[in-house]
C-alpha cells in the first residue's frame, strides 16, 4: 500500500500529473484522452523491447513501406498533445521473456510478466520524478488495460496482481476500466472524478469505438492480436527453434530483429538460412554480411541468404547454396553460380544445380 | 559565425532506436544546443522530426540522398527528466 497523499489546500491550483503508458494502439490513446479531458496533465511513455512490430519491419519490407512507415505511438503523443519518452528496455526485458514468473500466454509472449515490469519501470519513473522534482514530478500512472480483454494478462484477477507487483498499488488507475475496479489513489483524493471514468469489460471493442467517435478520434491504429511479436505464432516458434538449436535459452538484439525477416530454413541442427524474401529484406540482411557466412547468386538475380551456424562439410555447403538458387530467377536453370563470402571477407564461388521443392522438406522451414 | 554542431550516427539502426538514441543524446545537451543525426531508416525521416514536435525541439534540415537521411535540430527547452 502507498502512503495516503497530503490532503490538498487549494486543489484548483494543482494541476495533477501522470505518466501514461503508451502503446500507439486505441485503448491507451483513449485512457490519456480520458484523463486529458478531467484536466490532468499527461505525459507518455513507451518501451522498446525489441519485439515491438512498429518501424522496423515496415522500414525493411518495400510492401510495408507506404504504408505505416510512422511510429504508432509518437503518432498518437502528437495527436493528442503530449510529451512522449521512448526507453530501451530491450536490455532488462530479456529476463522477462527467458524467465516469466507468471508463463506465457498461446504463444511465447509473456504477457502478465511484460505488464508488471512496464508498469514497475513507469513506477520508478515516477518516484524518481517525484524525488528530483516534487510536485512538479508525477502523481499517477495510467495504462489503457480493458479488464477481461487478453485472456492471460488482462483478467480481473491480473488486474490487482499488475498493481502490487508492479510496486504502483493504488497510484496505477485504468481510465476505460476503472468502475470495474477498487477505487485507486487519483479517485479517492478527488483527482479525477471516478463517475467519468469508465467500465469497459471483455473483448468487444465496440465501446472503445464509440468512445473514440465521442472524443473526435477518427483515426487510429488497430493492432491485431497483441502489441509485440512474442503473440505471433510463427514468430514464437522461430525463436523456440533458435533456442533449441542453440541448447540454450539466449538472445542478442540482433538474432530477434533477424528472426522477423526473410524465410528460416534449418537443414542441420547447426546451420540455419535466412533467405531473404524481397529487395527490402535484401538490404537489410546486407548489413550482417560481415557478422555472417552469406550467399548470394551470381549468374542470375536472387536473394542473399546469411548463415547463421556453421557447415561441416563441403556437401553441406553445396546443399545450402542449392537451396538458395531454388530461391533465385534460375530455379530452373541446371546450374547456378553463388557467391561464398565469410565475414572476414574472403569468397569464393560454387555452381550447383537448384534444390527441387521435394529436396526442401517442409519440416526444414522454421516459423 | 559557424555554431558548434554535435554529431549522431545512427546508420544501420532500425526504428525506433534512431529516436531513442536522438533523444538521449538531446538530454545531454543544453538548450540552444544544434545537432545533427545521420540515419539510414528512411523511417527517422518521418520519427525524429514528430519526436522533435512533440518534445518542443525544432528541426532546422531535413536532407535525404539514396542512403542517408540528415536530420539537424535545435535543441529546445528542457522537460522534466522522465
Ligand atoms: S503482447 Fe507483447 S508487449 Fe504486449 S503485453 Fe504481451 S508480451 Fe507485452
Redesign the pocket.
Known amino acids: 500500500m502507498s502512503e495516503a497523499a497530503t490532503p490538498i489546500s487549494h486543489p484548483e491550483s494543482i494541476q495533477r500529473r501522470a505518466i501514461a503508458l503508451v ?1 500507439g494502439g486505441l485503448d491507451s490513446m483513449l485512457a490519456v484522452k480520458a484523463m486529458q479531458e478531467q484536466g490532468i496533465h499527461v505525459e507518455g511513455v513507451n518501451f522498446f ?1 525489441g ?2 512490430v512498429e518501424g522496423h519491419t515496415h522500414a525493411i519490407r518495400k510492401k510495408d513501406q507506404d504504408k505505416n512507415k510512422r511510429n504508432n505511438a509518437l503518432w498518437v503523443a502528437e495527436k493528442l498533445g503530449i510529451k512522449l519518452h521512448i526507453v530501451d528496455i530491450s536490455e532488462e526485458y530479456k529476463d ?1 521473456v527467458l524467465n516469466p514468473k507468471h508463463g506465457y ?1 498461446a504463444n511465447l ?3 502478465l510478466d ?2 508488471i515490469f ?1 508498469v514497475n519501470q513507469a513506477t520508478l519513473m515516477l518516484n524518481k520524478a517525484r524525488e528530483l522534482a516534487g510536485e512538479k514530478g508525477f502523481d499517477f500512472i495510467v495504462t489503457g488495460e480493458v479488464v477481461g480483454q ?1 485472456p492471460k ?1 488482462q483478467r480481473k484477477e491480473t488486474m490487482p496482481i499488475i498493481s502490487s507487483e508492479s510496486g504502483a498499488d493504488d497510484r496505477l488507475l485504468r481510465p476505460l476500466s476503472a468502475r470495474n475496479l477498487p477505487e485507486t489513489l487519483p479517485e479517492r483524493e478527488g483527482w479525477v472524478d471516478r463517475e467519468r471514468l469508465y467500465d469497459f469489460s471483455g473483448r468487444n471493442r465496440k465501446p472503445q469505438m464509440a468512445l473514440a467517435r465521442k472524443f473526435g478520434l477518427e483515426e487510429y491504429a488497430q493492432p491485431a ?7 505471433d505464432e510463427s514468430y514464437s516458434n522461430k525463436l523456440a527453434d533458435l533456442w533449441r538449436a542453440r541448447n540454450e535459452r539466449r538472445y542478442e538484439l540482433d538474432d530477434i530483429m533477424l528472426l522477423k525477416v526473410g524465410r528460416h530454413i534449418r537443414p542441420a541442427e547447426h546451420h540455419k538460412l535466412i533467405i531473404s524474401r524481397e529487395e527490402g529484406e535484401n538490404r537489410f540482411l546486407e548489413g550482417y554480411r560481415y557478422q555472417f557466412t552469406s550467399l548470394t547468386t551470381v549468374s542470375c538475380p536472387g536473394p542473399l541468404a546469411l548463415v547463421d551456424g556453421t557447415f561441416e562439410s563441403d556437401e553441406e555447403l553445396r546443399r545450402a547454396a542449392a537451396i538458395v538458387a531454388r530461391y533465385s530467377k534460375g530455379r530452373a536453370d541446371d546450374e547456378v553460380v553463388l557467391e561464398v563470402k565469410e565475414p572476414g571477407g574472403v569468397a569464393r564461388e560454387v555452381a550447383v544445380r537448384p534444390a527441387l521443392p521435394d529436396e526442401i522438406p517442409l519440416s526444414w522451414h522454421v516459423g | 559565425m559557424t555554431e558548434n554542431v554535435h554529431e549522431l550516427d545512427v546508420r544501420r539502426q532500425l526504428c525506433p532506436i534512431p529516436v531513442i538514441k536522438t533523444q538521449n543524446k538531446v538530454n545531454e545537451l543544453a538548450q540552444g544546443a544544434v545537432l545533427r543525426v545521420t540515419c539510414t531508416d528512411p523511417g527517422a525521416l518521418n520519427d525524429i522530426p514528430a519526436w522533435c514536435r512533440i518534445n518542443g525541439h525544432e528541426v532546422l534540415e531535413t536532407e535525404q540522398d539514396d542512403r542517408e537521411v540528415v536530420i539537424t535540430l535545435r535543441v529546445g527547452e528542457p522537460s522534466v527528466a522522465l
Not at chain 1, 492480436?225 to 503473440?231: E, N, S, Y
Open positions: 502503446s523491447t519485439f515491438c522477462v500466454g509472449n509473456p504477457c511484460c505488464k512496464m487478453r494478462s492480436g497483441g502489441c509485440c511479436f512474442l503473440t
